[in-house]
C-alpha cells in the first residue's frame, strides 16, 4: 500500500523524493488498549482530578521507564489557529530520512536496560480550555509506535472528534496520512488535516488510537478536541500534541547531549538538543550526514511540550551513526527592533554550545575555506556527545606559581608552518602535533608556560584576527590530516589538542588560552552576519542601545558578558576548557567587555561575570589574565580606569611596553615612567594585588616585533618605534651592532623587572614582519635562520642572551620578584655617581663631567643590595655616548663586583655565568644604547 500523495516531506525543496511503499498493511481495525492494556490509565474512573494553582498551566508529565519527570509551564502568547490552507509542497518523507534515522529493526522485543529511552511509555498530560484533560501516550512496540489519545471533558458531550495531522517541518505545515488514521476518520484533502471519531469509554472518557509505522519517525501528531461542534484546545490556545520517534527532553545541560546510557539493540542512539532563547517563537533541530551534502533532517520544537522556561528541549530517538552527523538550529521570532528580533529562519544556526565543528577543507594559512557551498549548513559536530576515551595517563598540571612564570606568547599555526621547522611530514605542520615536536625548543629556551592565541572555531571566511564563532570547540585546521590527506574528524581534533597539552605537562609547561568575549563575528546591524547568538536571541546575547540597535565594538557586534544568558555561556565555557582539555589559565582579550553592564552597556565596577569568574570553585584555581584593549572602557575606580580583579585577576601592565620603548630610544622625560615600569607598575597592581599580578611585555604577537621596533619609523601602527636613522634593513654592521644591542638591553628590562616576564614568539630570533602588522604580511616563524630582519645574522646570539636572561632571572627570583609589593624602597637609583640622584625630569647635564658630555637624562642605574643574596648593580645608557659609571660598595665584606651583562658585547661575552672581576671602586664604561649587570661574589670565587 503506498503513501498518498497528501503525505509531504520535511525536507529542503532539492530533495523531491519519489513516493515510497510500506512494507505490509496498517490494520483497518486497532484494539482499544493498542499495547496498553496492562496500563493504568490516570484519567479512569475514580482517580482524583489534580488541582492547579491557577490557570494557563500546563502539566506535562514523561514517563520513562526509569526517569518519571514532570514540569510546569506558563503560556502566554501562543494562540490556536485551526489548519487552514495546503501546505507548500515539499517532496515526501523517506523512509529513513536524510540517513539519519534507522530503518525498520526485526526486533520483536528489547531489553529494557538497553536504549530505554527509546522504548519506554511516554505520557503527555495537558488540561483542556474547556477545564477538560487530554492524555497522549506513546509506546514503541517492534515496528511500529502505539499511540493513544484520551480527552475527559465536562460531562454532556454527545460527540467528540479529534482534528489533526502529521507535521516533522513545522506544527503549521501539516500533514494527512490516510493509511495511518484508524477506521472511520475523514480526510479534508487541501489542509492536509484528519477528523477522527472518538469512542466513548465506559468512565465517561472518550479515546482513539492508532499505529504508526516506526519509518515515519521522526514526527509528531498535532491535534485539538472537536466537541460537539466546538473546537477545544489546550490550556493558553495551543495545540494538543503527541510525538512520535522523540521525546521532551531535558532543557540541561543545554547543547547536545546523550539521552540514553548506552545503544538499543538495532545499534541506534537517543540525544537531547537543549537550546536557550527568550524571544524565538519557534526551533527546529537540524541534522545532515557527515559528506553527504544537500540532505537534512528539520525536527520542530512544540513549544509547549518541548519548552521549559526560556530554554527548548528534545530528544530525538532512533539515530544511527550520531558521532558522524551534523547539527544546528532553525530559530523564528519577532523581528521587531524594539523586541531585539534578529531572527533568520533562513539560516541553519551554530549551536553556541557545539564541543566539537564539522570538518571543513584544509585551507592556506590564516584563511579559512571559501570554496565551501553558501548555503547554511549544520556547523556542529554530533561526535562531541560521546565519552572520550583519551588516555590523560599521569597527566598533572604543573601549578607553577605566578612569581615563576616567563610566558610565551605564540601563535599555533604559524609556529611549525615554515617548511624549516624541521617537522618532517607536511600535513603534521601548522598543527598540534608540530608543537609536541617542537616541544624541546620551547623547554630549551626557559620558558614554563605558553599563551596559545585563540583556538576556538572561528567562521568559514574569518582569518587570524577576526573573533570567534564557536566558543567551546578547537579549530579543525589546527589539527593534522589523516595519511591520505582527508580533513581529519572533530573527535580526532579534540584528541590532538589533548596530546598537545599532555605532551607540555610532562615538561612542566603549561597552557593558557587566549578567550575573548566581546566583539563576535554576526557582523553589526548595518552588515550582519546570522551565524548563532544574532539569530538564536540577539536580545538576550548582544548589548543593545536605546532604540534596540545592536551596540557595536571592534566594528563588530558586543557580547552582553553581563547578561544571565551569556553569563552562563561564559562560565560553562571556560569550565568546559579546564575539564575537558586541562588548560591552565586564560588571557581574556577585551577584558574591557567584561565590564560592560547589561543591556546597554555602562561600565559597571562590580561586573557580575568577573566576581563570578573571580569565586568560581573551579576557575578561581587557574591562572586568569585581564587583557583590556581599551582602558577607557573600565569602570572608574578611585579616579582611575581600573579592572575590578578581586585579587584573582593578572592583568597586563598598560604602561610597560610604551615606557621602556621610549626609554630605550632615548626621549627625554622618559626615566621616571621607565623606573615604575621595573617596579611592576606600582599604582595599577598595588591595590591588594601583588608584584606577580602584573603581566610585562615589549612586544605583543599581533603587533610589531621587537626587531623592527628598533628598524622602522614609518609603521601601520601607533606604536612608539624608532629606525636608528635608517628605516629598514641596516646598511652596515655598526647600525645592526647598535639595533642588536637595543634588542638586548629590552629583554634585560623584561627579565628584571617586578612582574611577569612574557615573550611574544619570533623576538628571541630577532624575527621581522619588515615594519608591517597585517596579517596578511605576517610570515611563520622562520626555523632556518633564527630571525631574517636586521639581527637575523646574529639571530642565535640573541637566542643565547634570551635563554641566559631567563637563567638569571630564576636564579635571583627572590630579589628580582618580591612576594609583596616592598614597603619600604629595596631599590636604590643611581646616576652614573652612586652619591647622585638620577636626572627624573631628563633635562641638561649637572653633573662633575660638564655639559660638554651631554644629556644624560635617558641614563639610569639602580642597585639591589640584600646580605642574604646576592648584590645587583644594574645600569642603562640610552645617550649616544660612552657614560662612565661607578658602581656602589658592595654590602658583604671581601666580594667583589663581577660583570655578568654587557649588550654591547658580542656573543658569548655579551652574557656570561662567571664574569669578569672589576677591581674595587674602577668605573664601569657603558657604550651607547646599551645595558649591564654586576652580581657581587666573594673574591676567590671561580
Given at each position: 500500500m503506498s503513501l498518498p500523495s497528501a503525505?509531504?516531506?520535511?525536507?529542503?525543496e532539492d530533495l523531491l523524493t519519489p513516493l515510497l511503499t510500506w512494507p505490509g498493511t496498517i490494520p483497518k481495525e486497532i484494539p482499544k488498549a493498542s499495547g496498553f492494556e496492562k496500563e493504568t490509565h490516570p484519567l479512569s474512573k475514580g482517580e482524583p482530578s489534580r488541582v492547579h494553582p491557577e490557570p494557563g498551566l500546563l502539566e506535562v508529565g514523561i514517563d520513562l521507564p526509569t526517569t518519571p519527570r514532570r514540569a510546569m509551564a506558563t503560556m502566554k502568547s501562543a494562540r490556536f489557529r485551526v489548519p487552514s490552507g495546503r501546505p507548500r509542497p515539499r517532496g515526501a518523507l523517506s523512509r529513513t530520512p536524510c540517513d539519519v534515522w534507522a530503518g525498520l529493526t526485526t526486533s520483536k522485543t528489547r531489553s529494557p536496560s538497553v536504549g530505554c529511552a527509546s522504548t519506554g511509555l511516554q505520557q503527555v498530560r495537558y488540561l483542556a480550555e474547556d477545564g477538560g484533560h487530554v492524555h497522549s501516550r506513546v509506546k514503541k512496540q517492534g515496528d511500529a509506535y502505539l499511540v493513544d489519545m484520551t480527552y475527559k471533558g465536562v460531562e454532556g458531550a454527545e460527540d467528540v472528534q479529534i482534528h489533526w495531522g502529521i507535521y516533522?517541518?513545522?506544527?503549521?505545515?501539516?500533514?494527512?496520512?490516510?493509511?495511518?488514521?484508524?477506521?472511520?476518520?475523514?480526510?479534508?484533502?487541501?489542509?492536509?488535516?484528519?477528523?477522527t471519531p472518538m469512542q466513548r469509554e465506559e468512565d465517561g472518557t472518550w479515546n482513539v488510537?492508532?499505529?504508526?509505522?516506526?519509518?515515519?519517525?521522526?514526527?509528531?501528531?498535532?491535534?485539538?478536541?472537536?466537541r460537539d461542534g466546538k473546537f477545544v484546545a489546550a490550556?493558553?490556545?495551543?495545540?494538543?500534541c503527541a510525538p512520535v520517534g522523540m521525546r521532551r527532553g531535558s532543557p540541561t545541560p543545554l547543547g547536545a547531549s546523550m539521552a540514553s546510557p548506552g545503544p538499543a539493540e538495532d545499534k541506534t542512539y537517543a540525544v537531547n538538543f537543549s537550546l536557550y532563547s527568550e524571544s524565538a517563537t519557534g526551533v527546529k533541530v537540524c541534522l545532515a550526514r557527515q559528506g553527504k551534502d544537500g540532505k537534512m533532517l528539520e525536527v520542530a520544537f512544540d513549544p509547549l511540550l518541548n519548552k521549559t522556561?526560556?530554554?527548548?528541549?528534545?530528544?530525538?530517538?532512533?539515530?544511527?551513526?550520531?558521532?558522524?552527523?551534523?547539527?544546528?538550529?532553525?530559530?523564528?521570532?519577532?523581528?521587531t527592533w524594539k523586541h531585539g528580533g534578529r531572527f533568520d529562519p533562513a539560516a541553519v544556526l551554530l549551536d553556541p554550545y557545539s564541543k566539537l565543528l564539522a570538518p571543513r577543507p584544509r585551507v592556506e594559512k590564516g584563511v579559512l575555506s571559501e570554496d565551501e557551498p553558501s548555503e547554511s549548513v549544520p556547523m556542529g559536530a554530533l561526535a562531541q556527545i560521546f565519552d572520550d576515551d583519551f588516555d590523560w595517563g599521569g597527566d598533572c598540571r604543573p601549578n607553577i606559581p605566578l612569581e615563576r612564570l616567563v610566558v610565551y606568547e605564540m601563535n599555533l599555526e604559524e609556529f611549525t608552518a615554515h617548511s624549516s621547522s624541521g617537522v618532517a611530514d607536511d600535513k603534521t605542520r601548522g598543527t598540534f602535533l608540530g608543537v609536541i615536536e617542537k616541544a624541546d625548543y620551547l623547554e630549551s629556551l626557559g620558558v614554563n608556560a605558553i599563551l596559545v592565541e585563540p583556538l576556538c572555531g572561528r567562521d568559514k571566511e574569518a582569518t587570524l584576527s577576526d573573533p570567534l564563532l564557536a566558543l567551546f570547540a578547537p579549530d579543525g585546521r589546527f589539527a593534522a590530516c589523516g595519511d591520505n590527506g582527508d580533513m581529519p574528524k572533530p573527535h580526532e581534533v579534540s584528541r590532538q589538542l589533548k596530546s598537545m597539552i599532555k605532551e607540555l605537562h610532562?615538561?612542566?609547561?603549561?597552557?593558557?588560552?587566549?578567550v575573548e568575549f566581546g566583539p563576535t563575528p554576526e557582523g553589526t546591524d548595518d552588515a550582519p552576519r546570522t551565524l548563532s547568538l544574532r539569530g538564536i536571541d540577539a536580545k538576550s546575547y548582544y548589548l543593545q542601545g536605546e532604540v534596540g540597535d545592536v551596540v557595536v565594538l571592534e566594528n563588530a557586534s558586543a557580547l552582553s558578558c553581563n547578561g544571565p544568558a551569556a553569563r552562563q555561556l561564559i562560565l560553562d565555557c571556560l569550565r568546559h576548557w579546564v575539564v575537558e582539555y586541562r588548560v591552565d589559565g586564560f588571557s581574556f582579550k577585551h577584558a574591557e567587555a567584561l565590564t560592560r553592564a547589561h543591556p546597554h552597556g555602562a561600565p559597571d565596577p562590580r561586573p557580575p561575570i568577573v566576581e563570578e569568574i573571580?569565586?568560581?570553585?573551579?576557575?578561581?584555581?587557574?591562572?586568569?589574565?585581564?587583557?583590556?584593549?581599551?582602558?577607557?572602557?573600565?569602570?572608574?575606580?578611585?579616579?582611575?580606569?581600573?579592572?575590578?580583579h578581586w585579587k584573582q585577576f593578572a592583568e597586563f601592565s598598560p604602561s610597560f611596553t610604551s615606557d621602556t620603548r621610549e626609554f630605550t630610544r632615548g626621549s627625554a622625560g622618559s626615566t621616571s615612567k621607565f623606573a615604575h615600569a621595573l617596579c611592576g607598575t606600582a599604582d595599577i597592581f598595588s591595590n591588594g594585588r601583588k608584584p606577580a599580578h602584573c603581566i610585562n611585555a615589549i612586544t605583543r604577537y599581533r603587533g610589531l616585533p621587537v626587531a623592527d621596533v628598533v628598524s622602522y619609523a614609518q609603521t601601520e601602527t601607533q606604536e612608539v618605534t624608532w629606525n636608528n636613522g635608517v628605516e629598514g634593513p641596516a646598511p652596515d654592521g655598526a647600525l645592526v651592532a647598535r639595533r642588536l644591542s637595543q634588542l638586548k638591553m629590552m629583554f634585560l628590562v623584561l627579565f628584571l623587572s617586578q612582574g611577569i616576564p612574557m615573550v611574544a614568539m619570533g623576538d628571541e630570533t630577532g624575527q621581522t614582519r619588515r615594519g608591517s602588522s597585517r596579517a596578511a604580511k605576517r610570515g611563520s616563524f622562520r626555523w632556518e635562520t633564527l630571525g631574517d630582519g636586521d639581527a637575523g645574522k646574529s639571530g642565535k646570539d640573541l637566542h643565547r642572551f634570551v635563554q641566559q636572561a631567563i637563567l638569571f632571572r630564576k636564579k635571583h627570583l627572590q630579589l628580582l620578584q618580591p612576594e609583596e609589593f616592598p614597603l619600604e624602597p629595596v631599590i636604590k637609583w643611581h646616576s652614573p655617581d652612586p652619591d647622585h640622584p638620577p636626572n627624573w625630569e631628563g633635562d641638561a647635564c649637572a653633573w662633575p663631567e660638564g655639559p660638554e658630555s651631554g644629556n644624560l637624562g635617558s641614563f639610569l642605574a639602580f642597585s639591589i643590595l640584600a646580605p642574604d643574596e646576592h648584590d645587583l648593580y644594574v645600569a642603562f645608557n640610552c645617550t649616544t655616548h660612552v657614560v662612565e659609571a661607578r658602581p656602589p660598595l658592595t654590602t658583604s665584606p671581601g666580594s667583589v663586583w663581577r660583570r655578568i651583562a654587557d649588550t654591547s658585547l658580542p656573543s658569548p661575552n655579551d652574557f656570561t655565568s662567571g664574569g669578569e672581576v672589576l677591581q674595587p671602586g674602577a668605573p664601569v664604561h657603558l657604550a651607547p644604547s646599551s645595558a649591564m649587570v654586576l652580581e657581587a661574589s666573594p673574591a676567590g670565587a671561580p
Open positions: 503525505w509531504l516531506s520535511c525536507f529542503s516533522r517541518r513545522s506544527p503549521e505545515e501539516w500533514i494527512g496520512v490516510e493509511n495511518v488514521a484508524p477506521e472511520g476518520s475523514t480526510f479534508e484533502g487541501g489542509q492536509g488535516a484528519t477528523r488510537s492508532t499505529r504508526v509505522p516506526a519509518e515515519l519517525a521522526p514526527m509528531a501528531i498535532s491535534f485539538v478536541i472537536i490550556n493558553g490556545g495551543h495545540n494538543f522556561g526560556r530554554i527548548w528541549h528534545m530528544t530525538l530517538e532512533g539515530l544511527k551513526k550520531p558521532h558522524t552527523l551534523n547539527y544546528g538550529f532553525r530559530v523564528v521570532g519577532d523581528l610532562k615538561r612542566g609547561i603549561e597552557v593558557y588560552l587566549q573571580a569565586f568560581d570553585p573551579l576557575l578561581s584555581g587557574v591562572k586568569l589574565f585581564a587583557d583590556p584593549c581599551n582602558r577607557l572602557g573600565l569602570p572608574e575606580l578611585a579616579g582611575k580606569h581600573l579592572f575590578p
